[in-house]
């Protein structure tokens, strides 16, 4: 008996590649999983059962992606997702773009068809690896078991590493039921093509020092890499250093606490007048995990910025002379590259040039909407101030975003969650449960429109299922307020498609999900709404009935450069 | 103006979709494309050959280097290579042309590999602009059908 069982204890166990595939996800360190069954993944399911891995089971895959997102965005680490063959991975494919645009970490796992039934269009099958080819960072098609391990070790390591981005391993389900011997030792990766930069080139960075020594009026110009790579400490050090306004993307909004006096605030189509006319006026632009975007831009890159000699710190090399030319180029990791640049910094004289930035800001100050009637400035700023500094905000996409990026006062990093690139409707609710599952103890906001959250509007099931106590600040005007708007300033108030007859009455819908609903039509009740969904234990929608005549201001319109402003 | 480009990648399935998937979503043309093994047989070699102007080609370069299947881009534009393109060519013959066109085959140094009563298929290899060449020469005899494989380029540099 003895001997019988030493023997036993020095074979391996054989185990299934659904196991192997999941003891690998918890080699890297995942304990969250946000996913959907069915029948290629039913292995996987079957071992999800004595797995130490937690499962969150939302009402639709595209609410899987997005939550893994928004976990990766709050947490800094990958987020995780998993769906079956063919429709389940379709829809997914969103979700993906979401988090490519935005360059995210994440690691899409989608199970597929049995490999003997490849290409016959069998039930449920889709080349989904095929499909997500432009919008991903790299992807598998897994057709042999010895293949598992080392797949989940480069999915991650490629997710998390340069330039972050959604990694799709994509399995076939007899891979799943094969059962075998695994390697007890670690895996290494061994990717010889795969290559990326940290540490930015010392001569550049110096070049950029003597640059910055010697300009008369320089601006940050800062975005989501200062978050991807956590750079928002030496930022703020070298900022105040030598005491430089900033910018700010939609993506890097928390790189600098909203209120610092060097903020201007965001930059470009809907950006602050003060933010847009630095741009434009200055003389050095310091652009860190920027791409440029149309969104910044106007997408009129050759009359961007136009006086300025650029340095351009991306760790993307592809990103830099994509849109413009950059004069001191640097590809690296920003924090590592803004510590360097730290060190051998001197501050130039910069204080003509702040004359002018605060002239700009005091004749533009945004705008105060009046006390007189429920606006959505006033609802961000009650946010702000009952919210307390650790809050995280989701948001949906439309004029609430927009007004949230502009009004809501984000402290630091990781804590307003919006898809950027994409701009995806239906993304805050599910990105609403990610960051609350990646932040358990914060308090979570979703600021959505009566447009986005009927995109995801089945989700209110999953928040009363896994008691997540998110506030949903519901701004509800009835209609598609951004297309009206845009329709309403350049297509003459000639309304297409916009209005959203027969809503439903939201408090009865939170209401029917067991969650707590409030109504609010006046500014009175503004304060109070809050608080009592602050103070509430569980999930609460708060509808607040705003007028669709509220409009985004300023706004740079098509095709203009972003000087050119209305409702400056 | 025409970049040649040689790209080394894995020579695994679906490496040719990512390559040619990402020429076509950024909107960057093609103008040939020839792969095959190296000597390394986990190694394949792409020649592309692609329209642009220098900061057109600095973005392929750079974005044919992200995709983790690519091990090395070159742009061999500038440098000294050699450079050569196969072309098989069927061409209608009558009896009072033959030898004319023999004549011509010989003159560019090609080769009649097949022979019909009323056609022969020639393999000529060499450089765009000699192929080219011979396609203009050959084709008032009557050019039935043509088949080019795209270039194919080698550095001349001892590296």
């Known amino acids: 008996m003895e001997e019988s069982a030493n023997i036993k204890c020095e074979n391996i166990e054989p185990k299934t590649g659904a196991r192997v595939l999941l003891d690998a996800l918890v080699e890297e360190g995942v304990n969250i999983i946000f996913g959907y069954p069915g029948g290629a993944v039913l292995p996987i399911y079957d071992a999800l059962i004595d797995c130490p891995i937690r499962h969150v089971l939302p009402r639709h895959e595209q609410t899987a992606v997005h939550a893994a997102d928004a976990y990766a965005r709050v947490s800094g680490k990958p987020g995780v997702c998993l769906a079956t063959s063919g429709p389940g991975a379709t829809n997914l494919v969103t979700g993906i773009a979401t988090a490519y645009m935005d360059s995210i970490p994440m690691v899409i796992v989608t199970g597929q068809v049995p490999t003997n039934l490849l290409g016959t269009d069998s039930f449920q099958e889709v080349d989904i690896t095929g499909i997500t080819l432009p919008i991903t960072k790299h992807s598998y098609l897994v057709k042999d078991f010895k293949d598992i391990q080392r797949t989940v070790k480069e999915a991650f390591h490629i997710a998390a590493t340069g330039r972050p981005g959604p990694v799709l391993i994509d399995i076939t389900k007899d891979v799943l039921l094969t059962a075998g011997e695994v390697k007890a030792q670690p895996v290494k990766v061994d990717l010889k093509s795969y290559k990326y930069f940290s540490k930015g080139n010392s001569g550049q960075i110096e070049e950029a020092a003597k640059a910055l020594a010697e300009c008369q009026k320089a601006v940050v110009y800062a975005g989501g890499g200062i978050i991807t790579s956590g750079a928002q400490v030496v930022l703020r050090e070298l900022v105040e250093r030598a005491n430089l306004p900033v910018v700010t993307t939609l993506m890097g909004i928390g790189s600098m606490p909203y209120g610092h006096p060097n903020l201007l605030g965001m930059v470009g189509m809907h950006g602050t007048v003060a933010a847009n006319y630095t741009v434009d006026d200055c003389d050095l632009l310091i652009a860190v995990g920027v791409r440029f975007d149309d969104r910044v831009t106007s997408g009129l890159g050759h009359r961007f910025a136009t006086k300025a000699k650029i340095i351009h710190i991306d760790i993307d090399p592809a990103e830099i002379g994509k849109v413009v030319r950059a004069n001191i180029p640097i590809v690296g990791d920003a924090l590592l590259v803004l510590k360097e640049l730290l060190n051998k910094v001197k501050p130039p004289e910069l204080s003509k040039w702040w004359e002018q930035i605060h002239e700009w800001q005091k004749q533009n100050p945004l705008l105060d909407q009046g006390r007189d009637r429920l606006t959505p400035q006033m609802i961000l700023e009650v946010m702000g101030e009952l919210g307390g500094k650790d809050a995280v905000v989701a948001t949906d996409v439309g004029q609430h975003q927009m007004w949230a990026a502009q009004y809501y006062p984000t402290s630091t990093i990781r804590q307003f969650i919006t898809s950027g690139g994409l701009g995806t409707m239906g993304f805050g609710l599910p990105a609403a449960i990610g960051a609350q599952f990646a932040a358990p103890d914060k308090l979570v906001f979703l600021v959505s429109g009566d447009g986005s959250l009927q995109m995801s509007i089945q989700e209110l099931a999953t928040l009363v299922q896994y008691k997540l106590p998110i506030k949903i600040i519901l701004m509800d005007n009835g209609v598609l307020g951004l297309v009206r708007q845009l329709q309403r300033l350049f297509c003459e108030e000639r309304y297409s498609q916009i209005q959203l007859n027969n809503n439903p009455d939201f408090i009865k819908i939170a209401d029917a999900y067991g969650i707590l609903g409030i109504r609010v039509t006046s500014p009175e009740e503004v304060s109070d709404a809050i608080q009592k969904a602050i103070d509430y234990q569980g999930p609460v929608l708060i509808d607040f009935i705003i007028s669709p005549d509220e409009i985004v201001l300023p706004m740079v319109p098509p095709g203009k450069v972003i000087t050119e402003m209305v409702g400056r | ?159």
């Open chain 2, 1 to 159: 103006m025409l970049h040649t480009l040689a790209v080394l990648v894995d020579n695994n399935p679906g490496v040719l979709t990512r390559v040619a998937g990402l020429f076509a979503r950024r909107a960057y043309n093609i103008s040939s494309l020839s792969v095959c093994q190296t000597e390394n047989p986990a190694i394949s070699r792409m020649t592309i050959v692609v329209e642009g102007d220098d900061q057109v080609i600095e973005q392929v370069t750079k974005q044919l280097n992200k995709l983790v299947v690519v091990h090395k881009v070159s742009d061999l534009t500038r440098e000294a290579v050699v450079d050569r393109e196969l072309a098989l060519i069927r061409i209608k013959v009558k009896s009072e042309t033959r030898l004319e066109v023999l004549q011509t085959v010989d003159i560019f140094r090609g080769r009649v590999v097949d022979m019909g009563k009323s056609n022969f298929t020639i393999e000529l290899t060499g450089d765009e602009e000699k192929i080219d060449a011979f396609v203009r020469t050959i084709r008032p005899y009557g050019l039935l059908e043509l088949v080019r494989t795209g270039k194919i380029a080698i550095s001349r540099l001892d590296t």
